[in-house]
């Protein structure tokens, strides 16, 4: 019997997967708990539906992401920090604070997770950070570290 998975199964599926499943594992236990739905004409309909708007939210969102990146690869962020007189940093640039001045400065939202720093910045100058937006699409931001 052909089954729609409405949640992540393990060892049998994924949610919105259709599978053969046996008559009695469908009916004594999928459809019970809940847990898959008969794949009839009207649910691979509904199947069908819900994958192309997934499609089309997930394609919108790469355009957004492509946009940001856009934007990015135009600003030169201007982090002042206190220094010493060879250059070096007290404390570090972290990506936490990268992310809260693009919020403050230009009003763009990105989570410091996906700022790649292998390690803080400690020294003044400019500084190229790849920033992962979404798969597959990745920014560049330059970094201006300067003393106050």
């Known amino acids: 019997m052909k089954v729609i998975l409405k949640a992540d199964i393990k060892g049998v599926g994924k949610k919105d997967q259709v599978i053969n499943a046996s008559d009695g594992y469908a009916r004594n236990f999928l459809f019970p708990k809940n847990l898959a739905v008969e794949a009839n004409n009207d649910n691979m309909v509904k199947l069908k539906a819900k994958q192309d708007a997934n499609a089309y939210k997930k394609s919108q969102e790469k355009e957004e992401a492509k946009k940001t990146a856009e934007k990015l690869s135009k600003i030169q962020l201007k982090i002042p920090v206190k220094a010493?007189?060879?250059?070096?940093?007290?404390?570090?640039?972290?990506?936490?604070?990268?992310?809260?001045?693009?919020k403050a400065n230009y009003k763009i939202e990105v989570d410091k997770k996906k700022i790649e720093l292998k390690e803080t910045i400690k020294t003044l100058g400019?500084?190229?950070?790849?920033?992962?937006?979404?798969?597959?699409?990745?920014?560049?931001?330059?970094?201006?570290?300067i003393s106050k």
């Open 84 to 102: 010493g007189e060879n250059g070096k940093v007290f404390g570090g640039v972290s990506a936490k604070e990268i992310a809260e001045q693009l």
């Open 126 to 145: 400019v500084r190229t950070v790849t920033i992962k937006l979404y798969e597959g699409v990745t920014g560049t931001l330059k970094v201006d570290v």
